[in-house]
């Protein structure tokens, strides 16, 4: 099964000017915990609601989305498959993977999206196991 065939295709970003009250309110409205930042239809970074809380705050909530967001971005092919999915998502320690086509965003994939399919049920189960060991070393 490939990447695609589980993606959330309907991802709504936000640009590297924005401000972060405009990003913690497209969360809010949203309901998601990242959002990926865009320019030209790239994705150039990635903004956590943790990034807001903790790096957000020493701009007194005044800044722009460059100055919170993590530059360097994991992306995965949307013709990639889901075992190399949680693969990059173990190595890399992180829950969740844009997903992105002739370098261009078109999804998002979560470990819970890799959670519920049964093929995969054993790669997220592996994944999530070496991103919770490494949290607590």
């Known amino acids: 099964m490939k990447v695609r065939d589980v993606m959330s295709s309907n991802v709504e970003s936000c640009s590297n000017q924005d401000s ?26 990635m903004i956590t609601d943790r990034d807001l809380a903790l790096r957000g705050i020493g701009h007194n ?4 989305a460059s100055q919170v967001m993590s530059n360097n971005i994991v992306t995965i092919d949307a013709d990639a498959n889901l075992q190399e999915a ?14 992105v086509e002739n370098g261009n965003l ?18 997220a189960g592996e994944a999530l196991s070496q991103i919770s060991q490494n949290d607590v070393q």
């Open 106 to 123: 078109v999804g998002m994939l979560s470990l819970g999206d890799l959670a519920v399919q049964d093929q995969s049920d054993e790669s």
């Open 86 to 99: 949680s693969s990059l998502m173990a190595q890399h320690q992180i829950r969740r993977l844009p997903v």
């Open 61 to 64: 909530g005044n800044g722009h």
């Open 20 to 45: 972060l009250q405009a990003v913690a309110s497209k969360m809010e409205s949203l309901n998601v915990g990242a959002i990926p930042v865009v320019e030209n239809g790239q994705v150039v970074g």
